[in-house]
């Protein structure tokens, strides 16, 4: 019969011992009896099959017991063997059949018990959680998580006693739920699909209509496979791509690949409220940052002065701008600094963001140098951004004796927000002595220090943030020696972004 067959099927060998006779027990002993909420007769089960059982009895725990055994988890799906290795997509050998509890509810309470049992609902992409019953106008079948509810038992008491309160009795019915390609989740197909044991990976950063991922060694054979999963499992991308390389730390961007769909790299993102643009293969955009952009504009105030030295293509420099701060923002790739100024337009911020192409160092020197004196004679804040974590606590070297003696009395000192990377144990003493060491004055006590993310296993990122000491920015000689420099670009140049 065809419920047995079914039964069979997803049942584990080593359960089959101990379930087939009780199968055939339940059958000869079941007493069976015409209610509306009692027991309805299982000959209906096995005319058809897949229709929910009209039979109202409670599901035996073995009977639903025999999922977990047989490896199904909370997702309820057990992939077939045959997808094993797979690289080229096939989704017709993903579907199956699965056997899931349902309860029997009278419509006229169902939205009301659908609320009251949302966490034990059977939740799946596609899958309608509330069903017809065969025969019946006046009732429908509510689908069930099998890993919340594996018998009567398995209720809270506060769900018990909303269904006492509806009228609908602790009884189980089993429905048997056709799941296709198209009701899985990345990560069941791709568990599915991968090599047994080994990691799978199904998260991805999204840039626009950008999906970009950081496969393993041993995903790379399927990446192509991957990258259609990820692509049909979220709606609105149409381009993944892998990181072949790490980050350059002069460009901050990286080699790629595109492992499916349309290979148009130019995306448009919006961002705490603003709108960007850029091709995401020749700049760096990181969608982790966007908490920590927002936290650092929160300290700025209107008419504040902003120094972006390695703005990118402008996360600090247009919201700064968009909160009325006058903004000087560079970067040393030519790409950033061409979708920069075109984001300044984009946003309408270009009367307040004078943009430049150099390296760092370079910027600190000259344009931050020459424009700071008369920044700091006023009383609004100045702010200098280093968001090149990588590098950035090196370059610190460039505050070193950078004004003269003669720029030292009542001024407003700039406040510095330097981003690194730390590996140490003791992540914040770390970037605090480096930048100290950079800045060749100890910053113990004189700076705060917060974690921005924590990059990958033992690696953080941190911000060190501190008011340039007098010390530091009025030294009677520079010590600067084997700075560190970004390489040169093919041509430099300070511009306005406005035309």
Known sequence: MLIFKSYFKETSTICLCRIVPSIFSRLQTQTCVKSRYRYRTLCSVVL????ASTCSESVSKPMLEQHQHSGMDPSLYTAPPEV??????DKEVFSQTVIVPALRVPKEVLNKLVKSLKKVALQRPGIRRVVEVEGSDDERLLLLDP?????????????????????????????ELRLTYDNLKSEEV?????????????????????????????????????????????PGVTCVVNKTNTIDSAYRNFKMEVMAGEENMVAKVRENGVTYEFDFSRVYWNPRLSTEHERVVALLKRGDT???????????????????????????????????????????VERKVTTFNLDGRAFIQGPLKQQLPVMMK?????HVVMNL?????????????????????????????????????????????????????????????H??????????????????????????????????EEPAPKRQKCAETTN
């Not at 018998?151 to 006693?161: C, G, Q, T, W």
């Not at 120094?307 to 040393?332: S, W």
């Open 84 to 89: 094993r290795g797979m690289t080229c997509l």
């Open 389 to 449: 974590p990588a590098l950035a606590l090196e370059f610190l070297d460039a505050f070193r004796g950078l004004l003269d003696q003669g720029h030292s009395c009542d001024v407003n000192l700039p406040q510095v927000h330097c981003y690194g990377f730390s590996k140490e144990d003791d992540p914040q003493k770390d970037v605090v002595e480096r930048a100290s060491a950079s800045l060749g004055f100890s910053l113990e006590g004189l700076c705060s220090v």
């Open 147 to 175: 890993a919340s509810v594996s018998s009567p038992s398995s209720f809270s008491d506060a769900e018990a006693e909303a269904l006492q309160s509806f009228g609908v009795p602790q009884e189980l019915q089993r429905y």
């Open 306 to 348: 902003v120094l972006d030295v390695f703005a990118g293509v402008g996360p600090f420099a247009i919201p700064a701008a968009r909160r009325g701060c006058t903004v000087l923002a560079n970067d040393l790739n030519p790409e950033s600094h061409r979708w920069l100024q075109h984001n300044c337009k984009l946003n309408k």
């Open 48 to 51: 058809q099959p897949d229709r």
């Open 451 to 484: 974690l921005v993310r924590n990059v990958a296993p033992n690696k953080e990122m941190m911000c060190v943030s501190f008011t340039i000491p007098k010390e530091v920015l009025f030294s009677r000689e520079s010590t600067q020696t084997e700075a560190i």
């Open 378 to 382: 006023g009383t609004v804040s100045v």
């Open 190 to 234: 791709l568990r599915a699909v991968l090599p047994e044991g080994q990691d799978v990976t199904s998260g991805f950063s999204r840039v626009g209509h950008i999906a970009h991922m950081n496969l393993r060694e041993h995903q790379l054979p399927y990446r192509n496979l991957i990258g259609q999963v990820i692509m049909d499992k979220n």
